[in-house]
């Protein structure tokens, strides 16, 4: 099973980027799903995660206010919309699956995007 995240690129400090994850091969509807990061040298980040029924969303005290997670479960797709980005922001994100609830660290999460490159420029 694959994930597939798009949308990455580059912006301008207080951009905005709209990040996508399709998982057409995955009983969507059944996992939780979230966004993580890894920026050059640093281990990856846990972002934002959403719940398998929408009805719980998380993110890192970095992002809060700033991006949102949403999910289309009918359509098997995740989004992050980032708003009022910083150069901080910059790293590759990832989006990634697992069974049970949200949890902020990435080994629990069983699937995987390739991911995908945002950098914002000050």
């Known amino acids: 099973v694959q994930l597939q995240a798009s949308g990455g690129g580059l912006v301008q400090a207080g951009g905005s980027l709209r990040l996508s994850c399709a998982a057409p091969g995955l009983t969507f509807g059944s996992y939780s799903v979230g966004w993580f990061r890894q920026a050059p040298g640093n281990e990856r980040e846990f972002v934002a995660g959403i719940t398998w029924s929408a009805g719980s969303t998380y993110y890192a005290d970095s992002v809060k206010g700033r991006f949102t997670i949403s999910r289309d479960n009918a359509k098997k797709t995740l989004s992050l919309q980032m708003n009022s980005l910083k150069p901080e922001d910059t790293a590759v994100y990832y989006c990634?699956?697992?069974?049970?609830?949200?949890?902020?660290?990435?080994?629990?999460?069983?699937?995987w995007g390739q991911g995908t490159l945002v950098t914002v420029s000050s």
């Open positions: 990634a699956a697992r069974r049970s609830g949200v949890l902020p660290t990435p080994n629990p999460y069983a699937y």
